[in-house]
Nanobody, 116 residues
Framework: QVQAVESGGGLVQPGGSLSLSCAVS????????MVWYRQGPGKQRELVAM????????IYADSVKGRFTIFRDNAKNTMTLQMNNLKPEDTAVYYC?????????WGQGAQVTVSS
């Protein structure tokens, strides 16, 4: 069974950096789409970044462009969200999602808190 496990959440001061990782386990033929979402307190879930078209295209939300980077490591079956210059409004639970032939799996969520 394909699974996604997140790690790397925590508390960071404004302007700091944090990296989230989504490790994928199971037998996988392909991963067509990899996505990071987030949901802040009292807010709806929003798309942060995603990799589509078999890794050939990356899309970012306007709110994180220039600060966040999404990338994948095919050999390790992981995807990473590198977050730089963090702001208090980035505080949220972050979720990864992987989609391919025959599966659609979500990570368990990772809390990111940006506060001084």
């Amino acid at each position: 069974q394909v699974q996604a496990v997140e790690s790397g959440g925590g508390l960071v001061q404004p302007g700091g950096s944090l990296s989230l990782s989504c490790a994928v386990s199971g037998i996988i033929v392909d991963i067509s789409v990899m996505v990071w979402y987030r949901q802040g307190p009292g807010k709806q879930r929003e798309l942060v970044a995603m990799i589509i078209e078999n890794g050939n295209r990356i899309i970012y939300a306007d709110s994180v462009k220039g600060r966040f980077t999404i990338f994948r490591d095919n050999a390790k079956n992981t995807m990473t969200l590198q977050m730089n210059n963090l702001k208090p409004e980035d505080t949220a639970v972050y979720y990864c999602r992987i989609m391919g032939n025959g599966y659609d799996q979500w990570g368990q969520g990772a809390q990111v808190t940006v506060s001084s």
